[in-house]
Structures are given as structure tokens and as C-alpha cells.
């Protein structure tokens, strides 16, 4: 089988189509085979830009820590403050649910990939920038950065697995998009920063 991709857009060619196919059947939805088959390309292109479907799945999450530090980034720029961070948060996780799957389900990775651990890290430190936006209130800024994590990083798994939707609570909302959900619910902790946005 001729390989319809060049050396140099493949290996973007297969995490585009492994995040599809991990947004329609799950993680364990795919082999380096089926994705090979699925682009036209011979079953060992694969392998030797990730080596197995590990490989697949680690450098999707680096790519998705390496999105998400951009976004945390941009927000702090834009002088949004911890708030508007969280809401930056959750759109990534909405924005890339298959990259977000897969970056905090740890029994897919090899841990110790070293870019792997890089864009993790990276990704975290820029949620440092905003706890200190809040000012002198803040008087354990460890305890702050996880407690906006867990609730914004709780809110995005909801909408994701579809349980905020099952339960009834976002019927609560009346309508409005998970950027409101998130600022109006992360806000009872950390209060409102940024522009607001309509709820309808």
C-alpha cells in the first residue's frame, strides 16, 4: 500500500485521526493498525513515528499539556485572573475531549516520558500566575491552586462523561454554555474576574 502522507505531516496525520476515533469509541478504540488503514498508509508508517499505540497515546497528552499551557497563558495575558483561567480550563477540556481523556488516565502513559513530564509541568506552573492575581486574601496559595483546579477540572470531567447534562444540573443553568457554568460556579470560591458573558 502506498503511503498517502509525507514523512513530515504523518505523524500529525495520525494523532488527528487517533483523537477522532478516541472521541467516538474511547481510549481502547484503536491500534496503530486500524489507524494505518483508516489513512491509506502501510501498517509500519506508524510504528516508526511512535514506535506502539502507546507511543499514540503519549503524544497526544503532550500535545494537549502543550495546548492547555498556551490557553492558561493567553488567559493570564489577556489579564484574566485565576477565574478566567479556570474558564480557559474547561474550554480546552471541551474543546479536545479526547486529548483531555487521555492526558489524566495514567494506566494509558508511560509516566516517565520525559516530554511528557516537561508539558506537564509547564501546563500546571501556568496556573501559579492566577492564584497570586487574587491578591493578599490568599494566604496558602498551594491549597488555592488545587482547590480551583479540583472544582474546574471536576466540572469539565461532568460535561464530558455527560453527567451534568444526566443529572439535571445543567437544566439548572437555563440554557447557558459551560464558560458561564464554569464562572458562575467556580466563582462562589475565587469571585468574578474578566468580562462577564451573557447566559443565553
Known sequence: MADGYHHGNLRAAVLERAARVIEEKGPYGFSLRSL????????TAPRHHFGDRQGVLNALATEGFAELAERLR???GDGGGFLESGVAYVGFAEDRPAHF??????????????????????????LRPGVRSLGEEVTDEPAAM???WSIVHGI???ALTG???RSGARDLFEGADLSTITRR?????FG????PESEG
Not at 185 to 189: H, M, Q, T
Not at 192 to 195: A, D, I, L, Q, R
Open 36 to 43: 494505518a488503514t483508516d489513512l491509506g498508509v502501510s501498517h
Open 74 to 76: 493567553a488567559s493570564a
Open 101 to 126: 481523556t487521555v492526558m489524566f488516565e495514567p494506566s494509558l502513559l508511560d509516566l516517565d516520558d520525559a516530554e511528557l513530564v516537561a508539558a506537564r509541568r509547564s501546563a500546571f506552573a501556568e
Open 146 to 148: 488545587v482547590a480551583g
Open 156 to 158: 469539565a470531567t461532568l
Open 163 to 165: 453527567n451534568l447534562d
Open 185 to 189: 460556579s467556580a466563582g462562589l470560591l
Open 192 to 195: 468574578p474576574s474578566g468580562p
